[in-house]
């Protein structure tokens, strides 16, 4: 359904606000530049720190802005199922293509808490969902029996897959077959993903290299293997500095490097360090984007 480079767009901010004029120039920026989806209110779009009102108006703005040149999938994940629910209804009366929804985070659910907080939503709502593991931030791994167990659901079409591990995504791969896509939720590790049966990814680094992105996945789906290994070792050290700080502070800081839109996030995230943003600055250099 969802396939190759879709981007998880941050939100930009200014003088604390949603800046909605920004926000639709960076999905310009992207669709001219490529890429296959975009994602509103991932963790890059800082979602935790949105208000509901907020949330949503970011997520109808991307919508209005794709103008139906890309599909848009929503962030409606939280660690209450049912505003998780309540999110994602709300997302599809605005008529996103599919949604986002993070493991449940800080109430540590056992795996069978997982499994029965996914078949609710999927069970509530009719619109293609992407399950989202990210444990590093959560607290909680979604196991591959879990995803396999979750898999035949209608409902339930992706997973995103971001412990960092190519093992636990093989074995996703493996256990589930067809019965559910996976994406890629780490940059440095698309290429080898891509190999083992993954359909794509959902990156932070398209924020500002969307192209460089594209291209990669567009290489590896054509046969071209050899232009997307290069653009793999291309892209590895630009994409690890997305990361040297915690996310999105570091895109946030480069898509302010490159004018694109504020360095602003919201407290308890704060701006890039001295020292850290020097050193973005020298590898955005390198790279030629500022």
Known sequence: MFKGSIVAIVTPFSNGAVDEKKLRELVDFQI????????????????????????????????????????????????????????????????????????????????????????????????????????????????????????????????????????????????????????????????PMMACGAVGIISVLANIMPKEVGDLTDAFFAGDLEKARQLHLKTLKIGNAMFIESNPIPVKTALGLMGKCSEEVRLPLCEMSAPNKARLEAIMKEYKLI
């Open 32 to 191: 001219v530049n490529g890429t296959d989806a975009i994602v509103a209110c991932g963790t890059t779009g800082e979602s935790s720190t949105l208000d509901n009102e907020e949330h949503l108006d970011v997520i109808r703005i991307v919508f209005e802005q794709a103008k139906g040149r890309v599909p848009v999938i929503a962030g409606t994940g939280s660690n209450s199922t049912a505003e998780a629910i309540h999110l994602t209804r709300e997302a599809k009366e605005l008529g996103v293509a599919g949604v986002l929804l993070v493991t449940p985070y800080y109430n540590k659910p056992t795996q069978e808490g997982l499994y029965r907080h996914y078949t609710a939503i999927a069970d509530a709502v009719e619109i293609p969902q992407i399950l989202y593991n990210v444990p590093g931030r959560t607290g909680v791994n979604l196991l591959p029996e879990t995803v396999a167990r979750l898999a035949p659901h209608k409902n339930i079409v992706a997973i995103k897959e971001a412990t960092g591990s190519l093992q636990q995504a093989s074995e996703i791969i493996a256990l589930c077959g067809d019965n559910i896509d996976v994406f890629s939720g780490d940059d440095f590790i698309t290429f």
